[in-house]
């Protein structure tokens, strides 16, 4: 049974920011789930048995190879793909960034990384990442 496809998944990911205020992203790979192409707020699936926070840090470790604090939870998407028969529900939240150098640990996953402005965001975003940008705008006044 698959993730997402044979029941709802649940796929975490987070806002890390660093000093600068810059925000990281990643752009998803050619052999992911879905939304390839598009860029995201990094994540994954959450384990059996693994908290959210434990996935989001166990995801970043593998993907970019650094550690991160969590600081609270931003929003939850429903992340619902009808046009890959698709359902996840994907909390997002916010981070900061603890030690490494982020680097694409899974170039299968990941084609692109960088820290962006919140005010100048590639394109195109993945669906869970547009809905986090509003959600933080709308949290933190930004719009």
């Known amino acids: 049974m698959k993730k997402g496809i044979d029941f ?4 975490v990911g987070a ?10 992203m990643a752009k998803r790979g050619k052999n992911v789930r879905n939304e ?10 959450v384990s059996f048995g693994e908290t959210l926070e434990e996935a989001i840090k166990r995801e970043f470790k593998e993907e970019c190879g650094v550690e991160i604090c969590i600081k609270e939870m931003l929003c939850v998407t429903d992340h619902i793909l009808p046009e890959v028969g698709q359902h996840w529900v994907s909390p997002t939240f916010i981070a900061s960034l603890v030690s490494g150098v982020p680097t694409i640990k899974e170039p299968e996953k990941c084609s ?3 820290w962006f402005s919140l005010d100048n ?6 669906t869970v990442s547009e809905n986090s940008v509003k959600k933080y705008m709308e949290r933190f006044e930004k719009i």
């Not at 965001?121 to 993945?126: A, D, F, I, T, V």
């Open 8 to 11: 709802i998944g649940v796929g």
């Open 15 to 24: 806002m890390v920011f660093n000093d600068q205020g810059l925000v990281f």
């Open 36 to 45: 390839a192409g598009r860029w995201e707020f990094p994540g994954g699936a």
């Open 112 to 114: 692109e990384i960088g």
């Open 121 to 126: 965001l590639p394109s195109p975003l993945m």
